[in-house]
């Protein structure tokens, strides 16, 4: 059973920027795709970006494209999610997911990842 431990997040000002840290608990980490969503009372939760088990491919929602970079570090079996330009919309609690055998037309749906983090929160205030 894979643990997911989020750690970062916190209270930014609009403009400023985050990092978001995801660690597994097993080495089997480095084989899963691994996805960031976020949730809001009003949106629900959504895909915010999922990269490959190499790190080789990416995928960012339209709305955080160019703003928000995914990244790994399989040595040490972590996920990051660099978030600059923060806007008040990207107000929410995020989270950490991962999966392996995701094709290509899942990544962005969260019924395909079986394992989460707890979701850590970030509040961007104009």
């Known amino acids: 059973q894979v643990q997911l431990a989020q750690s970062g997040g916190g209270l930014v000002q609009s403009g400023g920027a985050l990092r978001l840290s995801c660690t597994a608990s097993e080495l089997t980490f480095s084989r899963a795709t691994t996805g960031w969503f976020r949730q809001t009372p009003g949106r629900g939760r959504e895909f915010v970006a999922a990269?490959?088990?190499?790190?080789?491919?990416?995928y960012y929602a339209d709305s955080v494209k160019g703003r928000f970079t995914i990244s790994r570090d399989n040595a040490k079996n972590t996920v990051y999610l660099q978030m600059n330009s923060l806007q008040p919309d990207d107000t929410a609690v995020y989270y950490c997911?991962?999966?392996?055998?995701?094709?290509?037309?899942?990544?962005?749906?969260?019924?395909?990842?079986?394992?989460w983090g707890q979701g850590t929160q970030v509040t961007v205030s104009s």
């Open positions: 997911a991962a999966g392996t055998g995701l094709i290509l037309s899942s990544i962005r749906r969260e019924e395909q990842y079986p394992y």
């Open positions: 990269i490959r088990a190499s790190g080789s491919h990416t």
